[in-house]
């Protein structure tokens, strides 16, 4: 069973469109995440929801709009794709919940691959 | 502010050799996690290991091994006997105490890319 799920693995579209990806984690985990991983492999924080609320929105641009309709499910919507969006978009969870003893390690999807042309 | 810094781009070894990943962070907090994931070439990310602030022992699993030393900031990572499968992409990564809500802030090192060559 695949603990975080997301679609599509790879997405090419052209520029000015709208895109979606989806996540869904079976982990019963509180928390999700957006991580996007540029060309050089860098990896940074875009969003994180715990319990579907937004707890982290780390300067991304207005056409990003993240959607948690319920803490097993986080959606991710780009409007008017630009070349620069072209990344690798990975989904995560983690427990995150208070206490040193619970296990807040952060889980991956296996990523999704957008190219925007 | 949480900084992890992997000041290797690249390393190539060949098969068979020890290879030392390095790692250093920073971070104001005493509470904090500490961790290490792959990306091998098909592009997933693999949780390795999970070390929090307040255990410094050293942990092996198989050939892999991790040394935590709080007092020069590191957590290297080191394989014994590298074969062609290791190459990948590592990752170290730091988590502090959460923010509100019990939320965790990781921030990811620049990642290490390792070959094992044949």
């Known amino acids: 069973d695949t603990a975080v799920s997301q679609t599509p693995k790879y997405l090419v579209t052209q520029m000015g469109n709208d895109k979606s990806i989806k996540c869904e984690q079976n982990?019963?985990?509180?928390?999700m995440y957006w991580y996007k991983q540029d060309s050089k492999k860098f990896l940074k924080i875009m969003f994180s929801?715990?319990?579907?609320?937004?707890?982290i929105n780390e300067t991304v641009p207005n056409r990003f709009s993240p959607k948690s309709p319920d803490k097993a499910h986080l959606n991710l919507h780009i409007n008017s794709l630009e070349l620069g969006d072209s990344a690798v978009y990975f989904c995560?969870?983690?427990?995150?919940?208070?206490?040193?003893?619970?296990?807040?390690?952060?889980?991956f999807g296996e990523g999704s691959w957008l190219t925007v042309v | 502010a949480q900084k992890v810094t992997q000041a290797q781009t690249e390393i190539s070894v060949v098969e068979k050799e020890d290879v030392t990943l390095d790692c250093v962070y920073e971070?104001?907090?005493?509470?904090?996690?500490l961790f290490w994931y792959k990306q091998p070439p098909s592009g997933e990310l693999v949780f390795l290991i999970r070390?929090?602030?307040?255990?410094?022992q050293n942990e092996i699993s198989g050939r892999y091994s991790w040394n935590f030393q709080k007092s020069t900031s590191s957590f290297n990572f080191t394989i014994t006997a590298s074969q062609v499968v290791d190459s990948a992409v590592y990752f170290c990564?730091?988590?502090?105490?959460?923010?509100?809500?019990?939320?965790?802030?990781?921030?990811f090192g620049t990642g290490t890319r390792l070959k094992v060559l044949a």
């Open positions: 995560a969870s983690s427990q995150g919940r208070l206490g040193l003893q619970l296990g807040n390690t952060i889980y």
């Open positions: 982990l019963g985990h509180d928390t």
């Open positions: 990564a730091l988590s502090e105490a959460p923010l509100t809500s019990g939320t965790y802030k990781y921030i």
């Open positions: 070390r929090n602030s307040f255990d410094e």
């Open positions: 971070t104001r907090d005493t509470t904090y996690y």
């Open positions: 929801y715990n319990n579907k609320e937004l707890i």
